[in-house]
């Protein structure tokens, strides 16, 4: 059984997760920590837990998302799984860092790259990688089926939705990705989104003003 722990990490609040079952092993998704007391509260945790990072996975690569890639390679010599539309993001992210007042020295490399309908084994639980741009290209969701929960990213949020106006943003295509792909999910699953509270699939489709 997966047991799921947040961190909300750096100036933009993003929900950093640590996900691990009863083997130990753990991935860290969104490895947003930026400074060291918050590299200092994700290593914390893990070594508190006596997990085993085997994997470091990215709901997209904006430059808030990924401040903490370098950091959880050099730590636990895991690099980046991604979608392989993010590349372009990895290739600006220093300039964008600066842009936000962030002093990125460098990401992490890609060691992965996942597409629509991969598994993520984490010991003996798996996760279903879904894509969705919309928010971004090369943005996934991944989806637990036996507990019933999926990590959203920036794509879906309590009651709102992912912006659409930075680059590689486009309402329709989001709209269509939520409502074909996250609503074709039964009410009961829990959504875990990159920034903000967990909501569900029932409560968005029912009360989600933008959707």
């Given at each position: 059984m997966i047991t799921i722990k947040r961190f909300i990490f750096n100036?933009?609040?993003?929900?950093?997760?640590?996900?691990?079952?009863?083997?130990?092993?753990?991935?860290?998704?969104?490895?947003?920590?930026?400074d060291s007391s918050e590299d200092a509260a994700l290593s914390a945790f893990i070594e508190?837990?006596?997990l085993k990072p085997i994997a470091q996975i990215y709901t997209h690569c904006h430059i808030d998302?990924?401040?903490?890639?370098?950091y959880?390679?050099?730590?636990?010599?895991?690099?980046?799984?991604?979608h392989p539309d993010s590349k372009g993001f990895l290739k600006t992210a220093i300039?964008?860092?600066?842009?936000y007042g962030f002093d990125l020295k460098s990401t992490a490399q890609i060691a992965k790259l996942v597409?629509?309908?991969?598994?993520?084994i984490v010991g003996n639980s798996e996760l279903e990688v879904v894509y969705t741009p919309g928010h971004a290209d090369g943005s996934i969701c991944l989806v637990n089926h036996a507990q019933q929960f999926v990590i959203s990213g920036d794509v879906l949020f309590h009651e709102s939705i992912g912006r659409t106006d930075l680059p590689t943003g486009d309402f329709?295509?989001?709209?269509?990705?939520?409502?074909?792909k996250l609503f074709s999910l039964p009410d009961?699953?829990?959504?875990?989104?990159?920034?903000?509270?967990?909501?569900?699939i029932g409560h968005e489709r029912i009360n989600n003003p933008f959707l």
């Open positions: 100036g933009f609040q993003v929900n950093t997760y640590v996900l691990f079952d009863e083997t130990k092993d753990c991935i860290i998704i969104d490895a947003a920590n930026y508190k837990e006596n998302h990924v401040l903490g890639s370098a959880v390679e050099k730590k636990y010599h895991i690099g980046m799984s991604i300039a964008q860092g600066a842009m597409e629509e309908g991969d598994k993520i329709k295509i989001l709209h269509e990705n939520i409502t074909k009961v699953y829990t959504v875990y989104p990159g920034h903000g509270s967990e909501t569900s």
